[in-house]
């Protein structure tokens, strides 16, 4: 394991980094192999709420009459995931300074609407200063908010602000507005403190700490009532109890929001809101296009997992997907509909099969002004099939020809990358299946022609030649790296963190289970949250 | 708190290569020497843009204190009494992640920290985190970060891991400097009684973390010591707005920006640049903070400009020959530089200039965006720090001297008693003696 890690870090330094390295090589199983339940949990460590997952809580506690303003922290990604950036990072003063700002702003809001009102202070008060009621009202509040049970200490301490406040604004509500933000703004809101305790070899989590992991991995939110008197009861200590849950959670229709939250997170769909084009250059950019180009990747991506639950491997070679009249005339297929999003089977002359030959994957991974070969490749490799690339050499001249007579196709202009060895070790692994998707320019339109020069869209992925999108899509779907990159996102994403060396038995664990499977994932989520690397808690980092 | 904080730190990452975030006795001694100079109040501020100059084109072909601008620099002529240009410096740190290795080299003195997952991120607070450490502790903000490119983040680090993310919404930033809660100088109008509320829940927020502080590991303590660092930081300044702010003369309340939309899906960066220029020196001129950062643009910046034929970092690769695309680019940074030292200059406090009590460096992420080389380093200096920084001439290396030298200069300019700067290769005990007086 630990010769694992020092070959991956020598790696990045390396100036000839990709000459050396197998493509499946991370995958290969280790020498001796303990057995799942014996691997040491990797470490756990508090995690920030995301945005989204702020939003989606703060909705949770106080209903839809109540609008959440949006941090101003942005999220940061780690180990490809925001959901890990999550675990590293923390808020900076001016992240703090707008948990205040958000705190208030809902606050007032919840206290104003008749109807949240009811529902967060359900007894009536006998004063100003009605310590009783603003008791009991914490108490549930602060239950959900923080994911368990708070302390009477706690309790007294914002009980005390609430009749403080109360009395000097001389309002009951007034001032529970206040308890509402001291409860919005404390670490253990806008922290997920899942830490678990006992020793050393026996740590676990308690029973709030899992009901947190698992819903905000199911749902990418706080737990409800039912989860957290499950986890009250202690239910969720027994396997049997823990799947009970699990299972419910995933048959509800929030694991859509919480799975579509991970499949953004993945493939940074969450970045078609800046998406950035020359619309003088590209008649089908506007605005637009990046939001809608991301509602059809996620409704394809979740249709394949709760609604055919089908083989998730033939999301790169699947013809379904779900257009609206925008995207319809960006394909150049006829609008399945007028307005909004349909399912349609795309006909073979649209040449467009699977994720690759979505508009959002195409745009994301391209420059504003033309398409590029070695962002593709490298999403390829990165997102797909989990193959780390290092970043490039310094001080070597990397300009590519501007297209000539001679050199008119992107093909003929980054054969420089090819002829040095320098540039050659890294993108004759990126550039070789980026070109394959050089029928789709920079937002995602066919084109057969570049410069007025036919396009040659062969090409060979370790060792499968392709002619085109369509067979690249099916060389990815049958790639050995595929499925077990599926499960290592999957897990990074459930845990918050990069797998510990050791844990790359679990992922084998885990990927086997996925083939037996047949490659479906929502059975997958379940194996996941039922694996000693979701269950298990490590020593605190 | 300072030396829990120390304590902390060390054991970050597993402590090997991490230095330790804010030395105790720089804040002590900062405060000192601030209480006792009188008059204005020194101010650090930074101008840093991605993706580097074109050295051929940067370089000016004279020294000394009769230099002429080159090329590169000639959008800089209204200001270039009050600038010292430096040359032929090197970062010292190596150069292992393009774009990144240079400013996590000059600013926090230490090369990139690159994690398990193979991210990086930086070893220790930036220049400026530093400084406000030591001088931010009077204002209502410790520091202040501003974009100009729509969502830039900037690279001012309290720690790993720990940015600043830059306001880079010129309206965001006028609520925030400007908005409400703002008061004229002299205003003696009694305060907000819920400003005492907002204390108090603040204070129960500090409860919270100290009690939870108990039961983390190692590298969490120092993220939630980071938290508690910024909710305290939120609690001073609401106790500041229940005083009277201090009196100052420059200080006005300016009008809120007009919107400014991206023409053609291209962002108006110069346009922009002007107007979070103002907004940044009003600021200063109100004394709302000592310590300030322009993020102009991020490394890696692909920014669409007008009448460019692709991004910006990706001209820097693709465009040919002697890249005159990118050339002007970097002339438009200049210009907006240029502008924002003029608002500086011509802002007055007393019998001086508001510029006179700034220590303002501006630099990039490489060098020449092409090769991402990291020598011949890009570093202007503008203002005296009162008197504490010499300024107005070129001054070229001609040993490849460490930009640490820089920095360290930059930080005794502030009052910063540090005894060296940088680690490794890149550690120096003197600063760049042509800078002190």
């Known amino acids: ?541 | 708190m300072s030396l829990h904080r120390r304590a902390v730190l060390r054991g970050l990452l597993g402590g090997a290569a991490v230095s330790i975030a804010l030395p105790l006795f720089e804040s002590l001694a900062g405060r000192k020497a601030r209480a006792s100079s009188g008059g204005a109040p020194k101010r650090y501020v930074q101008f840093f843009w991605g993706n580097g100059i074109q050295p051929q084109r940067w370089v000016p072909a004279t020294e000394g204190a009769d230099w002429a601008l080159s090329e590169q620099l000639a959008p800089l002529a209204a200001v270039q009494g009050a600038l010292t240009l430096i040359t032929g410096t090197e970062v010292k740190t190596g150069n292992g992640s393009a774009h990144f290795s240079g400013p996590a080299g000059f600013l926090t003195g230490q090369a990139p920290l690159t994690k398990p997952g193979g991210d990086e991120t930086v070893g220790g607070p930036s220049l400026d985190q530093r400084i406000a450490a030591a001088v931010g502790g009077d204002t209502l903000f410790r520091s202040l970060e501003v974009g100009v490119q729509p969502g830039v983040r900037g690279l001012s680090f309290n720690g790993p891991d720990s940015v600043n993310p830059a306001e880079s919404d010129p309206a965001a930033l006028f609520e925030r400097l400007f908005g409400p809660t703002f008061r004229v100088p002299g205003d003696d109008a009694p305060p907000d009684p819920r400003l005492a509320l907002r204390r108090s829940v603040l204070d129960s927020v500090m409860a919270d973390a100290r009690a939870l502080d108990r039961r983390l590991g190692s590298v969490d303590r120092a993220r939630l010591d980071q938290h508690l660092t910024a909710v305290r930081d939120l609690e001073l300044r609401v106790a500041r707005l229940q005083s009277v702010p201090v009196r100052r003369d420059a200080c006005v309340r300016p009008e809120p920006p007009q919107a400014l939309d991206p023409i053609d899906g291209r962002p108006q960066m110069a346009e922009r640049a002007r107007v979070m220029a103002d907004l940044c020196t009003m600021a200063l001129a109100c004394d709302q903070t000592r310590v300030l950062s322009v993020w102009y643009s991020d490394p890696l910046s692909d920014v669409l400009y007008p009448d460019a034929s692709a991004g910006h970092h990706q001209l820097t690769h693709d465009e040919p020959g002697d890249q005159p695309q990118i050339n002007a680019i970097i002339q438009g940074v200049m210009t907006s530089l240029a502008y924002f030292v003029g608002a500086l200059q011509a802002t007055r406090e007393g019998e001086a200039s508001l510029l006179d009590s700034v220590a303002l460096l501006a630099t990039t992420d490489v060098s020449e965006g092409r090769t991402h080389q990291i020598d011949e380093y890009p570093i202007l200096l503008a203002g005296k720090a009162c008197g504490a920084l010499r300024s107005g001439f070129h001054y070229r290396s001609r040993t490849k001297e460490s930009t640490s030298h820089v920095a360290l200069s930059l930080l005794r300019a502030l009052d910063l008693p540090a005894a060296d700067y940088g680690v490794d290769a890149a550690l120096v005990d003197t600063g760049l003696s042509v800078l002190e007086p």
């Open chain 1, 1 to 541: 394991m630990r010769h694992r890690l020092l070959t991956t870090l020598s790696l990045c330094a390396a100036l000839t980094a990709c000459e050396e390295r197998r493509p499946t090589e991370q995958f290969a199983a280790p020498g001796a192999t303990p057995a799942p339940e014996d691997v040491e949990p990797g470490p756990v460590s508090m995690r920030r709420l995301t945005r989204v997952q702020y939003q989606r809580v703060v909705a949770d506690l106080f209903g839809p009459a109540v609008v959440v303003p949006p941090l101003a922290e942005p999220d940061v990604a780690q180990g490809g995931l925001l959901s890990v950036g999550a675990a590293d990072t923390t808020f900076s003063p001016r992240g703090v300074a707008s948990l205040e700002d958000a705190a208030y702003a809902v606050a007032a809001q919840a206290m104003a609407d008749p109807e949240a009102r009811a529902a967060t202070v359900p007894c009536r008060p006998a004063g100003i200063a009605d310590a009783a009621c603003a008791r009991t009202a914490l108490e549930a509040l602060g239950l959900r908010a923080w994911r368990r049970p708070l302390t009477g200490e706690e309790l007294d301490r914002l009980t005390g602000i609430a009749a403080q406040s109360a009395e000097a604004l001389g309002d009951f509500f007034a001032g529970f507005e206040y308890a509402i933000a001291a409860l919005l703004q404390s670490p253990h809101f806008v922290f997920r403190i899942e830490l678990g305790a006992g020793a050393v070899s026996e740590r676990r989590f308690d029973d709030f700490a899992l009901a947190s992991r698992l819903s905000f991995f199911v749902w990418n939110t706080a737990p409800d009532q039912a989860l957290l008197e499950a986890a009250a009861s202690g239910d969720l200590s027994t396997e049997a109890g823990l799947r009970v849950q699990a299972e419910r959670l995933l048959a509800s229709p929030r694991a859509r929001e919480g799975l579509g939250n991970y499949f953004s997170e993945q493939l940074s769909l969450y970045k078609l809101d800046a998406l950035a084009k020359d619309p003088t250059l590209f008649e089908h950019f506007d605005t637009e296009l990046g939001p809608d180009a991301r509602e059809e990747t996620l409704r394809f991506l979740l249709n394949t997992v709760f609604d055919a639950d089908a083989d998730f491997r033939d999301v790169m070679t699947s013809r379904e997907s779900f257009l609206n009249p925008r995207l319809a005339s960006l394909y150049a297929v006829p609008a399945p509909t007028l307005d909004g999003f349909r399912q349609v089977a795309l006909p073979a002359s649209a040449e467009r099969a699977g994720l690759l030959s979505h508009a959002s994957v195409l745009n994301l991974n391209a420059h504003q002004t033309s398409s590029s070969a070695t962002l593709r490749g490298k999403f390829v490799r990165t997102v797909l099939l989990c193959q780390p690339i290092p970043p490039p050499p310094v001080n070597v001249d990397t300009s590519i020809p501007e297209p000539s007579a001679t050199a008119r196709t992107l093909r003929e202009r980054v054969k420089v990358h090819l002829e040095s060895p320098a540039c050659a070790s890294c993108h004759s692994l990126l550039d070789p299946i980026g070109l394959g998707l050089e029928n789709y320019d920079a937002v995602g339109r066919w084109r057969d022609r570049d410069n007025d020069a036919p396009i040659d869209a062969t090409g060979d992925l370790d060792g499968v030649r392709f002619d085109g999108p369509i067979e690249l899509g099916q060389a990815i779907r049958d790639h050995e790296a595929f499925a077990p990159c599926v499960v290592r996102t999957l897990a990074r994403y459930a845990t918050g963190r990069v797998e510990a060396p050791g844990e790359h038995v679990l992922l084998d664990d885990l990927s086997a289970r996925f083939a037996a499977l047949d490659y479906r994932l929502q059975p997958l989520l379940l194996e996941v949250i039922m694996s000693p690397m979701f269950r298990n808690a490590g020593a605190p980092r």
